[in-house]
């Protein structure tokens, strides 16, 4: 099968602790291992009969609107209070009326939260079911084949002991959704993406264990999991992202270790050979989330990730063209850069990069536009109430990508926000 980039799945996510939160407004010493922080991203996974989450790709550039007599920019946010710590940020028809909605999970009260497309952006926020009350993150993708989104959402222990839980929740088609199903996990978990390992289209998840490895849950084709093998990472695995990054159509994951990232490639059928461990560049010596897909229109993903606590700026490494990585490179963006997410966000058919910087009195979102050629020109700063998370995908119609973020502004006040940035071209 081959990686059409026209039908990916794009539910973006990013994830979270209340050890994170804690961590971003600096009221306790972080450590540098970064093991503490957890995440999880769904990123670009091959057409596998999933559902299209969200609208984000550059395939879909050739299907929206390519005016160059208009410059695309982002609308100042709407904000939506959300309650709680909010564990990660979707966008995705979750309701099945053919329009983006916005979903996340919240600690504390441990619940799913959709805040559902009305049309044109205008979202209302519905419960739709219970969840555990330590999220630190969750994935989204139709594990079941019924064509609506569903989720994994990853619990961390209340004492912080092994072992944890993997909770599968199916929609029921309305985007309320069934009661959870729980996967023990065999260690501690910090991450979790989806995706089609095993080429049955069907979404699989990999899950950071916390030490150094990753393990597999392979989607039996129902929407009920087996656990797959446990593969090294090389290093303390703290984030993952999943992408063709030889583009053979098998998925590989590219995962975020104390110093340094890591990619291993998929040989089919989830079997992972050992990891190529690239040290990060002393500018971004630090961990944080990561994001993979194409920037130079090769097909070839590259691999982005935010220096967070190590400096303001993002480090883009570009793909050779076999898999292989480049050196890195950093950017500016604001403080503490967190999740961070690619879309087209100019319209020029190349992804950009969107980034949540999490500092406690950033308040904003840097998007850093792609020259054409996987390097970026001065960033530019949208106001968001306390971003961690951060999403993209159409809302509003337009066939261009908006961006939703999550985060708690107020902490410690579990105050849960989403901010819409929806985008205009005038
Ligand atoms: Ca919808
Ligand atoms: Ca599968
Ligand atoms: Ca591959
Ligand atoms: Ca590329």
Known sequence: MGYDTRRLVRGVKAGVSLLFYVCALGVLGCSRTGIELS??????????????????????????????????????????????????????DFDGDDLGDVLTVTSTSGQIALLKNLGRGELTLRAAGPAGTMPFGFASADFSGDGSLDLAVGYRSPTGSTPTWVSIFLNRGDGTFNSE????????????????????????????????????????????????????????????TAADFDHDGALDLGIAGTFSVAVLFNQGNAEFRAPVVYDNSPACNYVGPLVAGDLTGDDYPELVRSCHQGGPFVAARKNNGDGSL?????????????????????????????????????????????????????????????????????????????????????????????????????
Not at 220 to 227: I, K, L, N, V
Not at 334 to 339: A, E, K, L, S, T
Not at 371 to 396: C, E, M, Q
Request: net charge negative; proline share 7%; aromatic share 10%.
């Open 39 to 92: 995440s999880l991203e769904t990123r670009a996974v091959p057409d596998a009969g999933l559902v299209d989450a969200g609208g984000m790709d550059a395939g879909d550039v050739d299907a929206g609107r390519r005016d160059a007599s208009c410059q695309w920019r982002f609308a100042p946010p709407v904000k939506y209070d959300v309650s709680g710590y909010p564990a990660d940020v979707a966008i995705g």
């Open 181 to 240: 199903v729980v996967y023990q996990n065999p260690s501690n978990a910090f991450g979790i993406v989806a995706g089609d390992f095993d080429g049955d289209h069907r979404a699989d998840l990999a899950i950071c264990s916390g030490g150094m490895s990753v393990f597999l849950l392979i989607n039996r084709g129902d929407g009920t999991f087996r656990f797959g093998p446990e593969y090294p990472t090389g290093s303390y695995a703290s984030y993952l």
């Open 326 to 426: 480049n050196d890195e490179l950093t950017y500016g963006t604001g403080q503490w850069p967190y999740r961070l997410v690619m879309g087209d966000f100019t319209g020029d058919g190349r992804n950009d990069l969107a980034v949540a910087n999490s500092w406690a009195y950033a308040n904003s979102v840097s998007v850093l536009p792609n020259l054409g050629d996987g390097t970026f020109a001065p960033t530019l700063s949208y106001d968001a109430a306390g971003p961690v998370f951060i999403a993209a995908g159409d809302l509003n119609g337009d066939a261009h990508p908006d961006i939703a973020t999550a985060g708690s502004p107020g902490y410690p006040e579990p105050n849960g926000t989403v901010s819409v940035l929806l985008s205009i071209c005038e």
